[in-house]
């Protein structure tokens, strides 16, 4: 069988954040896909040499509700399988989109009394942004923040629309760090790796609660290497990941 014949997708849209990342909006040939906000599915495209249909999970960054596409949020790998290829396509293009999404990295077991603090790097914020298109806007009381950190200012991905939901709602807070200030410029706010802010007692200053295991749940999403320290940290002040039979109010996913 021809591979390109298993293309079950068009990508409808495509946003420049940067040379290096973008949001894609695919369509889906199926009506009916739906997912949860936090999973992941598949994209692919064909490897004309192998003749092998090349495929990557990517977060899911539309919220559930939404039917006109699926949107990803996507890093360039100049020497990845599939995403030079990926970031070539335009309008129109015909790709593979997993039939079903998959993962367990959600919110929908958190109660609504517990404080959220979303911690992620790069495009490790995707997950999120579908948690806060579905599900946070609509409970007010709930206190969620946004830890989200970038090398420069201009890899903050969303950033305009998270400002907005922070002016928008009391109980929200956006909070961004980038680690190479001096090479950002008029950049006015925090500065640093992420893991070192989740020891600073100024981070509840910005998010509006204490990070207290008793009240609090915290996701972890990206660089693996932010995961292990943000880990160690709060493993520290009493924080635990679940298990199978014991949910926990540490939660975690690797990006590569």
């Known amino acids: 069988m021809n591979t390109a014949s298993q293309y079950n997708a068009t990508v409808m849209a495509r946003i420049d954040i940067q040379p290096r990342l973008t949001i894609f909006q695919v369509k889906p040939d199926d009506p009916d896909f739906t997912f949860t906000a936090g999973q992941y599915t598949t994209l692919g495209l064909l490897d004309e040499e192998s003749g092998k249909l090349v495929k990557r999970a990517y977060s899911i960054t539309s919220g559930s509700v939404t039917r006109e596409y699926v949107e990803f949020y996507i890093n360039l790998v100049s020497d990845g399988a599939l995403t030079p290829r990926l970031f070539s396509t335009t309008s129109g293009a015909r790709i593979f989109m997993g039939a079903r999404a998959k993962g367990v990295f959600t919110i929908g077991e958190v109660a609504k009394d517990q404080n959220l603090l979303m911690?992620?790097?790069?495009?490790?914020?995707?997950?999120?942004?579908?948690?806060?298109?579905?599900?946070?806007?609509?409970?007010?009381?709930?206190?969620?923040?946004?830890?989200?950190?970038?090398?420069?200012?201009?890899?903050?991905?969303?950033?305009?629309?998270?400002?907005?939901?922070?002016?928008?709602?009391?109980?929200?807070?956006?909070?961004?760090?980038?680690?190479?200030?001096?090479?950002?410029?008029?950049?006015?706010?925090?500065?640093?790796?992420?893991?070192?802010?989740?020891?600073?007692?100024?981070?509840?200053?910005?998010?509006?609660?204490?990070?207290?295991?008793?009240?609090?749940?915290?996701?972890?999403?990206?660089?693996?290497?932010?995961?292990?320290?943000?880990?160690?940290?709060?493993?520290n002040k009493g924080f635990k990941a679940g298990k199978r039979k014991e949910p926990g109010n540490l939660h975690m996913e690797k990006f590569w």
Not at 155 to 163: A, M, S, T, W
Not at 181 to 203: I, T
């Open 119 to 235: 911690v992620a790097t790069g495009t490790g914020i995707a997950p999120y942004i579908s948690m806060l298109r579905s599900h946070v806007i609509d409970n007010p009381d709930q206190r969620v923040t946004v830890l989200h950190g970038a090398s420069y200012s201009w890899d903050l991905g969303f950033r305009n629309e998270l400002e907005e939901l922070d002016s928008r709602n009391d109980g929200f807070s956006y909070v961004p760090v980038i680690s190479r200030p001096k090479e950002s410029y008029h950049w006015k706010g925090m500065e640093g790796r992420l893991p070192a802010w989740l020891e600073n007692p100024d981070l509840a200053k910005e998010c509006g609660f204490e990070i207290d295991p008793e009240n609090t749940h915290v996701f972890l999403c990206g660089n693996p290497g932010m995961i292990k320290n943000a880990t160690e940290i709060l493993t």
